[in-house]
Antibody, heavy 118, light 112 residues
Framework: EVQLVESGEGLVQPGSSMKLSCVAS????????MNWIRQAPKKGLEWIAL????????YYADSVKGRFTISRDNSKNTLYLEMNSLRSEDTAMYYC???????????WGPGTMVTVSS | DIVMTQTPSSQAVSAGEKVTMSCKSS????????????LAWYQQKPGQSPKLLIY???TRESGVPDRFIGSGSGTDFTLTISSVQAEDLAVYYC????????FGAGTKLELK
């Protein structure tokens, strides 16, 4: 059974940093691209970052470019999102999802909540 | 960037009704080389993460009931639920994967 489990939930102050993790199981993690998607409270979904299966390419939404970094460790079946210079508008549920060979998202994790507030 | 516009934003329905919702993209999602539309639909129930329903605009994911029907091509797409069930009350998002990813704002199905 495919499982994606995010962690790193917390409350942080504006301007600070935070790192999220997503541990994958039930599939060959190193064969799949991975994404981070977020959802602000009572709002819609926003794709924020994609990393290829071998980390050879990374893409970001304009809203996080230069502040967030996506990375992965295939030996640990783990995806990361390093978030710097956090703003109140980064408050959201953060989901990881895999991308299959046809480029849509097969599976999503349950999400982890990040709150940026003073 | 490709903009995805979903209408309506919410819809009140009764069990057994046929429901249609629209998704329009700011540019064509049809890739000429393979004649496929890079459009997916996801269902999100309260307190849950999104679940893939439809990909390639009209292909149902394994296990998705056949009352969910995706159609359309180019820039205009529709998700139809032929006979709404209580468990279908959720928010439905379309997503383009033609050029990175963009989601529509969602259509929320509520009980009438």
């Amino acid at each position: 059974e495919v499982q994606l489990v995010e962690s790193g939930e917390g409350l942080v102050q504006p301007g600070s940093s935070m790192k999220l993790s997503c541990v994958a199981s039930g599939f060959t993690f190193s064969n799949y691209g991975m994404n981070w998607i977020r959802q602000a409270p009572k709002k819609g979904l926003e794709w924020i970052a994609l990393i290829y299966y071998d980390s050879s390419s990374k893409y970001y939404a304009d809203s996080v470019k230069g502040r967030f970094t996506i990375s992965r460790d295939n030996s640990k079946n783990t995806l990361y999102l390093e978030m710097n210079s956090l703003r109140s508008e980064d408050t959201a549920m953060y989901y990881c999802a895999n991308v299959n060979s046809d480029w849509y998202f097969d599976f999503w994790g349950p999400g982890t909540m990040v709150t940026v507030s003073s | 960037d490709i903009v995805m516009t979903q209408t309506p934003s919410s819809q009140a329905v009764s069990a057994g009704e046929k429901v249609t919702m629209s998704c329009k993209s700011s540019q064509s999602l049809l890739y000429n080389e393979n004649k496929k539309n890079y459009l997916a639909w996801y269902q999100q129930k309260p307190g849950q993460s999104p679940k893939l329903l439809i990909y390639w605009a009209s292909t149902r994911e394994s296990g998705v009931p056949d009352r969910f029907i995706g159609s359309g091509s180019g820039t205009d797409f529709t998700l139809t639920i032929s006979s709404v069930q209580a468990e279908d009350l959720a928010v439905y998002y379309c997503q383009q994967y033609y050029n990175l990813y963009t989601f529509g704002a969602g259509t929320k199905l509520e009980l009438k």
